[in-house]
């Protein structure tokens, strides 16, 4: 069945530091790939999705590129700041209408001063 | 994208009562999803919700434990069933759309 696996957390880095979080996934087909943030006592939020192969998603200096050869989604960030301090989910649906969404595991993400 | 609207956001319920989570979405949708997500982990989806028929439930979650009722199709109800600490994790609900997958603000269930 279809999987992500992201890295474990929690990853602190310090403000304007480069961010990568990585994730590789497994599914059937041509899945859709997203990342979603959760701040802390908030609900989920779409980050950015890639629909396609070599597909650049990008959202509030976020990026994430679709690699098919290497089934990955790697979310980065040049510069970090404070307010993103969250967990990030990496996750995909399958091919084909309305999916359930499959989600890795989360890595929290926290940016000190 | 659909807005949705959770309620109760949280809630303290004692052992053995049960619980109804409703989300109202702002638009028609065909699919919502009821996802559930223990402390400190990633969210598992319990159930597929189709308006006018069964919901569609994973491995491990039966319709017993946690009925579904899908009247319509902006409006779904999750109750968390004869319920235990166990039971205690956040419980959203999700709809697909043309734009993406929208989630609920969660309801975040503490059982004591």
């Known amino acids: 069945g279809d999987s992500v696996t992201q890295m474990e957390g929690p990853v602190t880095l310090s403000e304007e530091a480069f961010l990568t979080i990585n994730c590789t996934y497994t599914a059937t087909g041509y899945p859709s790939l997203f990342w979603y943030v959760q701040y802390p006592g908030e609900g989920l939020q779409l980050l950015l999705k890639a629909t396609k192969a070599d597909d650049k998603g990008s959202n509030k200096g976020f990026e994430a590129t679709y690699r098919k050869e290497t089934t990955s989604f790697h979310l980065e960030k040049g510069s970090v700041q404070v307010s993103d301090s969250a967990v990030y989910f990496c996750a995909l649906t399958s091919s084909g209408g309305y999916q359930k969404v499959?989600?890795?595991?989360?890595?929290?993400?926290?940016?000190?001063? | 994208s659909a807005v949705i609207s959770q309620k109760p956001s949280r809630d303290i319920c004692q052992r053995g009562t049960s619980l109804t989570i409703q989300c109202q979405v702002d638009s028609q949708v065909t699919m919502m999803f009821w996802y559930r997500q223990q402390p400190g982990q990633s969210l598992t989806l319990i159930a597929t919700a189709n308006q006018g028929s069964e919901a569609t439930y994973e491995s491990g979650f039966v319709i017993d434990k946690f009925p579904i009722s899908r009247p319509n199709l902006t409006f779904s109800t999750l109750t968390v069933s004869n319920m235990s600490p166990e039971d205690s994790s956040i419980y959203l609900c999700s709809v697909g759309t043309e734009y993406g997958y929208t989630f609920g603000s969660g309801t975040r269930l503490t059982v004591v």
């Not at chain 1, 499959?102 to 001063?113: A, D, E, R, S, W």
């Open chain 1, 102 to 113: 499959t989600f890795g595991t989360g890595t929290k993400l926290q940016v000190i001063p």
